[in-house]
Structure formats: structure tokens, C-alpha cells
């Protein structure tokens, strides 16, 4: 018999509610090339007025997002964007803005709150200097997926905001720098904060939301800024292939999610912040959670000890053995046993995502089974 499995290594495996297949089955769609979609144009009017942006853009993926808001804001040649040094952007979108639109990313090291020091930020910004790139825009990741899902605090929001509006110096050639907001996870954020969007969002150029991880949507983004902007953008999303036709069918599951997963997002922190509790009550030397970084869907696991990191906890979390199953550890799934999948990036951490479909039951059943699990290894290495 096939195991049950829980899989929590990222919220983008999360799926399509019935509700969200029942829209896309009745959706109207049109040739989104030009314009007459009326599906993708609800939800970007849609997602703008949630932002309090002009206009909003439907797009493939998150990193396609991301990467046309560079190619707007650093759309003059020999331009600059300044990223965290653990952002998505840096990490794992292929260095497109380098590869794809020639714009030079410059880093700096991001704290663990998923921030970084607007000192350095400050320092980094080129002056007016024939030897040196044009510094055109900052790039902020909210919440911080690398960091653990951190909420940017409002206020380091703020300082960073009157800094480049500011600082007349910090004005190469008389432009303002811009600013842009990964904000493939912002309606956590905001459910964490429980702030509308728009305040996260109001001194931002740009803004990127991800409808397929948290929010349960099958696949797509939506980019936020100005009508000037969108523009810009719209014409260069067709040159990286991502002029869509009859994409309302893909729309029209973003519009469920903004209406009804949107407003559940606490759901699926309160959950990890259980799985969180169970782990820190365990009190393992071997495998640990720091309960005050815990903000929203997503929990690092710490796992400091060298002979079971974190490839082995992941390893141990797919299996099932004939003892845990004698244990009883499985309740309801006895016959069958639970594997879990857990992401497993780094040799210390390893990482589980909640999202809509990880439910209550699921949820005893992980802590359950992280229990075993801890017991068993904690036996093996004092022995
Ligand atoms: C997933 C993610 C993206 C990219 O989204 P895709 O749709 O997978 O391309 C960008 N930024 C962050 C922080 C993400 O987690």
C-alpha cells in the first residue's frame, strides 16, 4: 500500500481548490495579447486596487515578475540593482537580470529578520561617476523566504522609503532610485501584521505577488505598480515569451485565491506555530526551532548536530519504519504509514511550508511523527 503523504517542502505544491476548478471551467476568456481577456483584466484591476496601484500585469511566474520589474527600473544600460545576498532574486532565478537584461546585481548581506543595514545600503549607492554603474533600484523580499518566512518590519520599510526619497545624493543623475517588492509571500506578511497590503506596498514602485504558493492557485503572479510601469512592462513580458492567450482560464483561479485563501492565511501560521511549539517542547539537543522567528507558514528546523543534519532528518522523514509503525505513531494511517517530505537546502536547516491543503489532522500527525523521530534520534546519538 502507498504511504500518506504530507509534503511540506514548499507551499507551491499546494493545489487548486474545487472552487478555484469550477471558475476556471466557467471562465471567460479572450486573446490576453490583445487585451481582451476579461478574466486577466478583472484580476489585474483587481489585485491593483488591493495595492493601491495604478495597474497590475498577469504574469507566468514569480521570477518572470521580478525580472521584468528590473528590466523596467534599470532599463538604461550599465544600470545597478541592489538585492540581499539571500534574496530569491540572487539566489535562484538564475542571475536573469545579469544574463537576460544585462543589469548588475550588487549584494548586501541580509540580517536573519530577512532585512539588511541601510548604512551599508546607503554606502553602496554609486555616486555620479563615469567609472561606475548607475544605481536604479533596490530590490526588498517580504516576507523573506530564505530568513524563514520574516515579515519586513513597517518600519525598516519606512526608514528605506525616506531614504531614497530623501537623500538628495542618493539621486545619481536627478533619478530617484526605485523601489520594488518581491513579494511572492506579502499577504502573509500582511496577515502577520494584520495591515491591508497597500500599507506594505505604499512606498513601493513595483510590487510581485505569487498566486501558486500560499494562496493554492495552480499558476501565475501578478506585478503591481504604476500605469507608466505596467506599460513598460506589458511590452516586455510578450518579447520573454509570456504573452498568454486565452489565459483567463489561469486567472480565474487567482481570483478565488484572492477572495477566499487570502483572508485564511492566519490558518496556516497558527499550524506552524504548533509544529514549532511540539519541536521546542521536545527539547532535543539535536533537533531544534528558535519559537521567536517562528512568523508565518514557513519554519526553519535546526539541526545542529554534524552526524544527523539536515539531509539525514529529511531522509528519516520519508521513511517508514516497521517500528513507528508498531508504535502506533501513524493513528488512522496504521496501515499504510506517513511519510512527511521536508526540504533539506543546507547542511543545518531544514525547512517545511504550510499552505491551505495541510490540515489540522495533518498537522497532529506531523507533530506525532517529529516526536518519534526526535526520540529515536536522540536515543542514537547519547548511546
Ligand atoms: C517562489 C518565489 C519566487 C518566484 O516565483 P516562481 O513563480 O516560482 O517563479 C520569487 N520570490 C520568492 C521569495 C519566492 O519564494
Redesign the pocket.
Known amino acids: 500500500m502507498s504511504h500518506y503523504v504530507i509534503d511540506l517542502r ?1 507551499d ?1 505544491v499546494s493545489q487548486p481548490t474545487a472552487e478555484m476548478r469550477q471558475a476556471m471551467f466557467v471562465a471567460d476568456v479572450g486573446d490576453d495579447v490583445y487585451g481582451e481577456d476579461p478574466t486577466v483584466n478583472a484580476l489585474e484591476q483587481k489585485t491593483a486596487k488591493l495595492f493601491e496601484k495604478e495597474a497590475g500585469l498577469f504574469v ?7 525580472l521584468l520589474a528590473c528590466m523596467v527600473h534599470c532599463h538604461q544600460r550599465g544600470s545597478e540593482a541592489i538585492v540581499g545576498d539571500l ?3 540572487f539566489l ?2 538564475q542571475g536573469s537580470a545579469a544574463h537576460i537584461a544585462g543589469i548588475q546585481l550588487a549584494t548586501i548581506p541580509n540580517k536573519a529578520d530577512g532585512t539588511f543595514c541601510l548604512e551599508a545600503m546607503r554606502r553602496k549607492v554609486r555616486l555620479e561617476d563615469d567609472h561606475e554603474p548607475i544605481t536604479s533600484l533596490v530590490v526588498v ?1 517580504n ?3 530564505i530568513c524563514g518566512g520574516k515579515v519586513i518590519p513597517l518600519e525598516w520599510l519606512d526608514k528605506l522609503a525616506a531614504l531614497v526619497n530623501g537623500d538628495k545624493q542618493l539621486q545619481p543623475y536627478g533619478k530617484r532610485i526605485a523601489l520594488h517588492m ?1 513579494g ?2 506579502v499577504f502573509n506578511a500582511a496577515a502577520a501584521l494584520q495591515v491591508p497590503v497597500a500599507r506594505i506596498a505604499r512606498d513601493f514602485d513595483s510590487v ?1 505577488i ?1 498566486l ?2 500560499g494562496l493554492s492557485a495552480p499558476v ?2 501578478v506585478l503591481v505598480g504604476s500605469e507608466a510601469f505596467i506599460r513598460q512592462a506589458r511590452r516586455l513580458r510578450k518579447a520573454l515569451g509570456g504573452g498568454m492567450r486565452q489565459a483567463g482560464i489561469l486567472a480565474a483561479a487567482g481570483i478565488v485565491a484572492l477572495d477566499t485563501i487570502v483572508p485564511r492565511l492566519q490558518e496556516d501560521h497558527q499550524r506552524t506555530l504548533r509544529i514549532a511549539e511540539a519541536i521546542h517542547k521536545a527539547k532535543s539537543p539535536n533537533v531544534t526551532v528558535d519559537l521567536a522567528t517562528v512568523q508565518t507558514n514557513i519554519l526553519l528546523i535546526h539541526l545542529p548536530n554534524a552526524k544527523f543534519g539536515a539531509t539525514a532528518f529529511a531522509e528519516r522523514c520519508s521513511k517508514v519504519t516497521p517500528e513507528e509503525l508498531a508504535a502506533g505513531v501513524h493513528a488512522a494511517h496504521k496501515e499504510q504509514g506517513i511519510k512527511l517530505e521536508v526540504s533539506s537546502r543546507d547542511w543545518e536547516f531544514a525547512r517545511i511550508v504550510l499552505y491551505h491543503q495541510i490540515s489540522d489532522a495533518d498537522v497532529d500527525l506531523v507533530i506525532k511523527k517529529f516526536n518519534y523521530i526526535i526520540r529515536e534520534v536522540d536515543a542514537r546519538l547519547a548511546a
Open positions: 514548499s507551491t507566468p511566474s514569480g521570477t518572470m515578475g521580478n534574496s530569491h532574486v535562484y532565478e523580499e516576507t523573506h523566504n518581491d511572492a509571500r510581485n505569487c501558486s504558493k501565475g503572479s
